[in-house]
């Protein structure tokens, strides 16, 4: 059997023979085309389904009102944990305050 290439490059075909512009084509085999079929109908049934809404516009608005604002709160909460306390000027100039004496 002669492939095209070889008819068209008499030395063979250059570089690799799956890839570039003269490349040997592959045999599509029944496997292939099947997957392509089952492919295409997976990709039809996604479509159906992602065209017909779960919910109404009407219950779709503020449905995830109450959810938002709980995990909102844990992270609000989460962050103040993380946060270090207040601190006053009079506990950082304590230590000055060490080498005082009664009488001064």
Same mark, same amino acid.
């Given at each position: ?8 490059? *008499? ?5 690799? &023979?799956?890839? %570039?512009?003269?490349?040997?084509? $592959?045999?599509?085999? =029944? ?20 065209? *017909? ?5 009407? &219950?779709?608005? %503020?449905?995830?009102?109450?959810? $938002?604002?709980?995990? =909102? ?32």
């Amino acid at each position: 059997m002669m492939f095209l290439t070889l008819a068209l490059f *008499r030395k063979g075909i250059p570089g690799r &023979q799956w890839i %570039g512009k003269h490349r040997r084509p $592959r045999p599509i085999t =029944w496997q292939m085309k099947r997957n392509v079929l089952k492919h295409l109908e997976r990709e039809a049934e996604n479509e159906f389904w992602i065209s *017909r809404p779960y919910m109404s516009m009407e &219950q779709e608005r %503020g449905h995830a009102a109450a959810r $938002r604002e709980h995990i =909102w709160t844990n992270i609000r909460e989460e962050r103040r944990a993380k946060f270090p306390q207040h601190k006053y000027v009079t506990e950082h100039l304590d230590q000055l305050n060490v080498t005082r004496t009664w009488n001064s």
